[in-house]
């Protein structure tokens, strides 16, 4: 991946926010990147954001079609830059080798790399159980990153993680994911293992995208009228 260039974006510091957050005005191509106070010591989420300024720039730029269906893959492209920070690549494709085991700096402090792809899905993975959640449109959007950020990680760990193998039963068993994603989650899952090339993100937004509209359907989630 080559940047000759990042969008401008407005950045608002906010006391209230732990980490980080990207909104994109599709109408107007505006990035606005929204921190907490705190967000200089965690440069591995500022890397997961700016991978979303990136992947809009190059595949959704003024095109809300195009943006809706590829916000899955952008969650798990971000999830796979911002893992290859907290590893300390400088590039991306640098020749890496890690332990599962191995300690890593981050949001939750220090833990083991397996602990952490852990600790982001168990909340969702928890919540995944209870039949009403998602009860409204933002919860389902923040689900559904999880999800694919989690996917993401998973990735990363199969291409590079020399112990993936003693792990491998424990870190591919996403019912969880399938059960709520319904069809074509399989096909999904198959085919995020790796970086993906510029069809296989056409290909992942044309199954994400019928996922999106029957889970609100399923839900009975409706869009928000705002005047």
């Known amino acids: 991946m080559i940047i000759d260039k990042m969008p401008v974006f407005q950045l608002i510091i906010d006391d209230t926010k732990t980490f980080a957050s990207h909104n994109y005005d599709v109408k107007n191509d ?110 389902l959007s923040n689900t559904l990153g999880i999800i694919f950020n989690h996917l993401g990680r998973i990735s990363i760990y199969q291409l590079y993680a020399y112990d993936y193998e003693l792990y491998k039963e424990k870190l591919e068993e996403l019912d969880f994911a399938v059960s709520f994603l319904g069809e074509n989650s399989l096909k999904i899952i198959s085919m995020t293992r790796d970086f993906l090339t510029d069809k296989e993100i056409r290909d992942l937004g044309e199954l994400y995208f019928p996922i999106v509209i029957e889970l609100i359907n399923k839900y009975k989630i409706h869009f928000q009228k705002t005047n």
């Open 30 to 139: 505006k990035h606005l990147l929204i921190v907490g106070p705190n967000i200089t010591q965690m440069e591995s989420i500022l890397f997961h954001e700016f991978t979303h300024m990136y992947d809009v720039m190059n595949f959704s730029a003024n095109n809300s079609d195009n943006y809706a269906k590829n916000r899955g893959f952008t969650e798990y492209h971000a999830a796979q830059i911002e893992l290859l920070k907290f590893l300390n690549a400088k590039k991306i494709d640098d020749k890496l080798s890690f332990s599962l085991n191995q300690s890593i700096k981050t949001p939750f402090g220090e833990i083991t790399v397996i602990d952490y792809i852990f600790k982001c899905i168990e909340e969702t993975r928890k919540n995944l159980l209870k039949k009403i959640y998602p009860d409204n449109l933002p919860l």
